[in-house]
């Protein structure tokens, strides 16, 4: 059975996220009773009780609303990692290379970024690293992934002694102002793609940083595979399940028994997750069409036959369904950014 969290199941250590939240809404002269409203939290937060997602989106939405400010979500990026989740954080701090650091945050996701989860794909001279929604949050979704680019561009920049040629693709129109973008993340920027990820040329993965340590992070990467695991969130878990089963054309049904559900139990988790069963297996076909299109060069007729369509004309037609564009001029877009 595959495992999981809710979003509103108590599983985040108070002290951890919600308490960098809620001490920078603190510093930034906010009021307790407007950051902690609606939260749940009663009229403080408790650093040893766990806190659900949910609270912690509420928070964060409290915090954001409350500063009214545009630099507040970088901000709260360059305090996120390596945080202090133990043997998981340590293991990020004695990274060796670039590679080692997004294998370690992608492994132990659930703990270092519980709102968001990392993946990294590599192919030809490129790496990859892209978010997806761990426990839904469409309202939050820009705030939250410049917070977690933010992260992991300030923490490479501190193990790493210099500031990488990160490139940034998001899946959202432009804002009015990129100003904060400029100053946190540089300028390749590219909006209105389909995913939010972060683009690096492959041949920084692998070069040795000077504060890394191979011994330690390998001790400390053994240390939190020993600690209780921290199930990820349910659209996390889902994403997995359906990335690797997408060419078996997965059902409701079939990943409901998996999950441990009812198909109309798992609909209500969706639904209360602010989505549904379609849109994401939708989202992961868009994902791995994207993939396709770029690491391995198909054509649209190939890339219907991987995904199990029955022609092209049917997938040319499905993916302009999910992404609002048809593949030709989304093809010329991603080799303009990649």
């Known amino acids: 059975m595959i495992a999981w969290c809710a979003a509103a199941d108590p599983a985040i250590p108070g002290y951890l996220q919600p308490a960098l939240v809620l001490e920078y809404g603190r510093a930034a002269d906010a009021d307790d009773a ?15 009780a766990p806190v659900s997602a949910s609270q912690l989106l509420r928070l964060l939405a409290n915090t954001l609303r409350a500063l009214e400010s545009p630099d507040t979500s970088f901000m709260l990026g360059q305090q996120l990692l390596p945080g202090h989740d133990g043997a998981a954080s340590h293991a990020l701090v004695q990274a060796s290379t670039l590679r080692a650091l997004l294998e370690t945050l992608c492994r132990w996701h659930a703990r270092l970024t519980p709102l968001l989860r990392p993946r990294l794909e590599t192919w030809g001279d490129v790496a990859l690293l892209y978010w997806v929604d761990s426990h839904g949050a469409p309202g939050l979704r820009p705030a939250l992934v410049e ?3 933010t992260a992991v561009v300030a923490l490479c920049r501190w193990l790493g002694g ?17 100003e904060q973008h400029h100053v946190h993340l540089g300028s390749a920027l590219r909006f209105d793609c389909q995913l939010d990820a972060m683009l ?65 139990t ?19 076909r868009t994902h791995v069409a994207l993939w396709l299109f770029q690491a391995r060069r ?17 997938f040319r037609r499905s993916f302009k369904r999910w992404t609002g564009i048809t593949p030709g001029p989304l093809r010329l877009a991603l080799d303009a950014a990649l």
Not at 266 to 284: G, Y
């Open 162 to 178: 210099e500031r990488l040629p990160w490139r940034f693709c998001f899946n959202r129109a432009a804002p009015r102002h990129v």
């Open 298 to 314: 198909l054509d649209n007729e190939a890339a219907a036959a991987y995904l199990g369509f029955h022609d092209a004309a049917n």
């Open 266 to 284: 798992l609909k209500r988790q969706l639904l209360r997750h602010h989505t549904h069963f379609q849109a994401e297996l939708d989202q992961v």
């Open 34 to 48: 407007v950051l902690l409203r609606d939260t749940g939290l009663a009229d403080a937060l408790d650093p040893a």
């Open 147 to 149: 917070m977690h680019m």
């Open 200 to 264: 690096i040329d492959a041949a920084w993965l692998d070069r040795p940083w000077p504060r890394g340590n191979g011994v330690a992070a390998g001790l400390a990467q053994a240390a939190a595979a020993a600690e209780s695991e921290r199930p990820p969130g349910l659209l996390a878990a889902l994403y997995d399940y359906l990335l690797e089963r997408v060419r078996a054309a997965p059902t409701l049904e079939r990943t409901a028994h998996d999950f441990g559900a009812s198909p109309a």
